[in-house]
């Protein structure tokens, strides 16, 4: 099964509709067997997605042709035996301070690099 993660960033001017996003993907990735987390932390977005090779590059391929973000960069690609993230979920950033304990919760089933960049990112401050 492969595993890919990706950055991107929203483009100035966008309303980020998370919730819509996220009734999108669950849709979309329900249908296609796709399991994974998307991390939304101010305009940039962090993902991981798992499923058949040919699926998730067709999900990636439909993420990258969306006009409203930019600078698309995969940050990984590999093969993995099992689901490394379980069900669909969705972390984003209040202000509180939470989401890095709700990311960490979430990614500790996943490789060691994994969850350093998940961890790490919901650890930055938005952009």
């Known amino acids: 099964m ?3 993660i990706y950055v991107s960033t929203a483009r100035s001017g ?4 998370l919730d819509d996003i996220l009734a999108r993907s669950r849709r979309n990735n329900r249908r296609d067997g796709i399991t994974g987390l998307l991390h939304a932390k101010g305009r ?12 998730v590059e067709a999900a990636y391929a439909r993420i990258a042709k969306d006009p409203r973000h930019f600078a698309l960069v ?12 379980g069900d669909w979920a969705m972390a984003a950033d209040d202000g509180s301070g939470a989401v890095v304990a709700q990311v960490a919760k979430l990614v500790e089933g ?5 969850r350093g960049t998940f961890e790490g990112f919901a650890g930055l401050r938005a952009a």
Not at 14 to 17: H, L, R, T
Not at 44 to 55: H, T, V
Not at 79 to 85: K, L, N
Request: glycine residues 6%; proline residues 3%; aromatic residues 6%.
């Open 14 to 17: 966008e309303v980020i509709d």
């Open 44 to 55: 940039r977005f962090l993902q991981a997605l798992e499923g058949d090779a040919g699926k």
């Open 110 to 114: 996943a490789a060691p690099s994994v």
């Open 74 to 85: 995969v940050l990984s690609r590999r093969t993995v035996e099992t689901r490394e993230f």
């Open 2 to 4: 492969l595993q890919l």
